[in-house]
């Protein structure tokens, strides 16, 4: 399948699929073919790669969750601390959705598609 193909299935932009084919070549999860019949195709078995190995490489290991830095009112003992407060929270959180996508690989995904 070649990205326009593709992105017209998903309802996307070809250059978009592109670039984020571009990436999972680069984390040698597909292997991408130029030319009439080119298009891509897994390049390993779905039951080794996990999930987090296709987010890592479709978003850059850019974070889940962030928290945005505010003004500190020193005034306020909750604006002193609670950056450091939602921080600790949202680490958490990106570190078990992590460890979640580590155990779930491409294969549990397939197994659900009928």
């Known amino acids: ?5 593709l992105a017209k299935i ?3 932009n070809p250059t978009f699929i592109r670039k984020l084919t571009a990436r999972l070549v680069e984390a040698d999860l597909v292997t991408s ?3 009439k019949a080119g ?3 897994l390049a390993q078995k779905p039951n080794s790669i996990c999930l987090k190995q296709i987010y890592a490489a479709a978003t850059e290991q850019k974070s889940l969750m962030s928290c945005h830095s505010k003004p500190v009112i020193k005034a306020c003992p909750v604006s002193c601390c ?3 407060v939602l921080n ?6 990106n570190h078990a959705t992590l460890q979640y996508l580590q155990k779930k690989t491409l294969a549990d995904m397939m197994k659900q598609v009928q």
């Open 1 to 5: 399948m070649n990205s326009a193909q």
């Open 88 to 93: 600790e929270v949202v680490d958490g959180i």
């Open 10 to 12: 998903l309802k996307s």
């Open 33 to 35: 073919f130029r030319g």
């Open 82 to 84: 609670i950056e450091d």
């Open 39 to 41: 298009g891509i195709k």
